[in-house]
């Protein structure tokens, strides 16, 4: 019988459905989180399961042997992408990687497993260039904030970056699309939602009285630094794709 | 707000910009004391100018009032220009507030030669030191060893910097004399020699006492321009080969050079700055530092000019047929790595995944390979070399016919390594 699992949405509710499909050697027909509007055809039961952590160590610790650590890092990219049907692609691939074989996830020449290796390098890269694109600016109160809408879900990628690289400072940098951040108050990390929409005119206000300063002149650098006998728009454009301009200030400051 | 900030920012960096190095990479300082602050490892772009380039760090001059009078350069004292200079505070305030808001990964101070070449290292040292100890600041420091500083201050740049460069600019010596007469070859290496030696002495010595500081750990880099002196691509890529080898370099940069001057000993304004020859220099130095090239394979007695319409990989292996072809099944990686259309990353799959079994045509495709180019010089299952004996020429006149635009046409701005 097909089945349709419906889990919570989080990493470990995935893997535990993964405990499941093995365990109860269950057919899946999909995987849907429980906050979607849950489909399912004529010949199919849905089954809702219940995280379980006990499951969740039970899965990665085989995981571990047969993939190490880098290639569970590779499913969770996966799972951050929140592309349509990652679930099956997940779920797919640990059923493959746990046949007997040697290192079974640098098979290239396997599609699963090369469409996992894609999906990868499109996280990892929007992970970097959140790291290289947020912009923070300073609040009277001493807070560097900074927002975006990334295009995957990489909050939980830059964390450790900007703890270790800003320990002396208090920031928050927040998720407009996904309507989370993520706040260092010199001590610890805590994920914060804001309980109403961003006022972004409240925000200026609210700017220390340097900031625009520094921010005029940060525009003023970049304008300087540019050689334009060299000028190459097309490369400019592939380098710093245009959705992120809204964010940087040396692109959208007059 | 004053206004005076912003122009000397116009200037400084207008001027510091023709240097082409915005790395912040090879250095991981840690922020152990709870400052401000790390290194990443693989260097990071805060934002790219339109003209494509990367913008890592705040590069700036400290003045661009100069003593010297190189013909190529901007600053030159008999230029008539607007100088200014900062002030030390004015450099780390602004090194600080553009790293605390995420601009930049840190700070490349330069500057022009005022009174001696001591007293301005001197400056420059100062403000890398203020910046560590003082703000506990631990980001990318890269500050330029000025020609002839004495060694006790070109160490204390070691101890602070995470890079130090000194510019050789002009390839070769004779270029050197006819365009900088106030400069000589050997106040360059003086330092980079000591640089050199001292790099590995604290890495030998960290081995057995791990509390040694760091010394310039993200090592020394040069530039070079081109175009300027009339000099060959054998001479670059030679003097690239010879500065790795012997000073440890960790990179050559290659700055095509911006016509900023009518003077006659040089290429006029308004000619096209080099970037075709720039960008195959540069693929040229990935060959050196990364397939296991040697410099007299890409440019020699007979072949001292690069090409322009093809890269200098697949140049080689047109010139070079008798390798070929190589059997992607079972030819050790340097040999694969040196296919054209096969990059460091296919190669490296091609090896891994060949254990699961012998690769076909379509294998190869779906990790990464340029089939269009590398079909000319490979064997496979099911693929024997139908190519072999066609000429070089043949072969050249088949992937232009199948490439894009941008092997054909010279000036082109669109380039890629590989
Ligand atoms: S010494 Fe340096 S700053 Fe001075 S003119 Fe020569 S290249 Fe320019």
Not at chain 2, 299 to 311: A, E, M, Q
């Amino acid at each position: 019988m097909l089945k349709t699992l419906i889990y919570d949405g989080t990493w470990p509710g995935l893997i535990t459905c993964v405990f499941c499909s093995f365990e109860y050697k269950w057919q899946i027909e999909t995987i849907q989180q429980n906050n979607q509007n849950i489909q399912s055809g004529l010949f199919v039961t849905s089954e809702t399961v219940i995280t379980d952590d006990v499951k969740v160590k039970r899965v990665l610790l085989g995981l571990e042997k047969k993939i190490g650590i880098q290639g569970i890092k590779e499913l969770y990219y996966v799972f951050l992408s929140e592309l349509k049907n990652m679930e099956l692609l997940i779920l797919r691939s640990i059923v493959y990687y746990f046949k007997p074989n040697n290192k079974p996830n640098l098979n290239y020449a396997n599609d699963d497993i090369l469409q996992i290796k894609k999906i990868v390098k499109s996280v990892s890269r929007e992970r970097h260039r959140v790291k290289a694109f947020v912009r923070f600016q300073k609040m009277k109160d001493g807070l560097y904030f900074a927002n975006l809408e990334p295009d995957f879900n990489v909050l939980p990628l830059i964390v450790n970056f900007f703890k270790d690289r800003y320990a002396d400072q208090k920031w928050l940098i927040y998720d407009l699309k996904r309507n989370y951040g993520i706040y260092y108050d010199l001590e610890q990390i805590t994920e914060v939602k804001f309980s109403h929409t961003l006022d972004k005119n409240h925000v200026s206000i609210q700017l220390d009285d340097d900031e625009l300063h520094y921010s005029y002149l940060w525009k003023n650098y970049f304008d300087a630094v540019n050689i334009k006998e060299r000028k190459n728009t097309k490369l400019h454009v592939k380098s710093l794709p245009k959705r992120y301009w809204k964010y940087l200030n040396e692109k959208k400051l007059l | 707000m004053s206004d005076r900030i912003f122009q000397k920012l116009n200037i400084l960096a207008d001027a510091a910009k023709y240097d082409v190095s915005c790395s912040s990479s090879g250095s991981n300082r840690a922020n152990k004391n709870k400052g401000l602050g790390n290194a990443n490892q693989g260097g990071i772009c805060h934002s790219y100018t339109e003209d494509g380039r990367c913008v890592s760090l705040l590069k700036i001059l400290l003045t661009n009032h100069c003593i010297y009078d190189c013909a190529y350069c901007v600053s030159r004292k008999s230029n008539d220009i607007e100088r200014a200079a900062f002030t030390v505070q004015e450099v780390v305030d602004l090194t600080i507030n553009f790293y605390r808001r995420n601009y930049i990964e840190g700070l490349f101070l330069s500057s022009g030669i005022f009174k001696n070449a001591d007293y301005t290292m001197e400056r420059l040292v100062s403000i890398a030191k203020k910046l560590r100890l003082e703000h506990k600041f631990n980001g990318y420091i890269h500050l330029k060893t000025i020609p002839g500083a004495s060694d006790e201050l070109v160490h204390q740049a070691g101890l602070y910097a995470d890079r130090l460069s000194i510019n050789l600019e002009i390839p070769t010596k004779e270029g050197l004399k006819l365009l900088a007469p106030d400069k000589n070859r050997e106040d360059m290496i003086v330092p980079m020699r000591y640089l050199k030696n001292e790099i590995i002495r604290t890495n030998e010595e960290r081995k057995i006492i791990k509390s040694t500081p760091t010394f310039a750990p993200a090592g020394q880099s040069t530039q070079m321009i081109i175009g300027a002196s009339g000099e060959s691509d054998k001479h670059i890529i030679q003097t690239a080969q010879h500065f790795y080898k012997n000073f440890n370099l960790k990179r050559v940069y290659y700055s095509g050079y911006v016509p900023i001057s009518y003077d006659k000993r040089l290429p006029e304004i308004g000619s096209a700055v080099p970037m075709v020859r720039e960008n195959r220099l540069y693929q040229s130095d990935w060959l050196l530092r990364f397939y296991g090239f040697n410099a007299d394979e890409i440019v020699n007695d007979t072949h001292p000019l690069l090409d322009l319409d093809i890269d200098p990989k697949l140049s080689w292996a047109l010139r070079n047929q008798h390798v070929f072809p190589i059997d992607i099944n079972k030819a050790d990686y340097n040999a694969v790595v040196r296919i054209p259309g096969i990059g460091v990353q296919s190669a490296k799959k091609i090896i891994m995944a060949r254990r699961f079994g012998p690769l076909r045509i379509e294998n190869l495709q779906k990790l990464g390979v340029a089939i269009n180019r590398a079909k000319y010089f490979i064997t496979c299952l099911g693929f024997q070399q139908i190519y072999a004996d066609k000429s070089g020429a043949n072969i050249k006149q088949y992937i232009l016919a199948q490439s894009t635009s941008k092997y054909i046409k010279n000036n082109t701005q669109q380039l890629t390594l590989f």
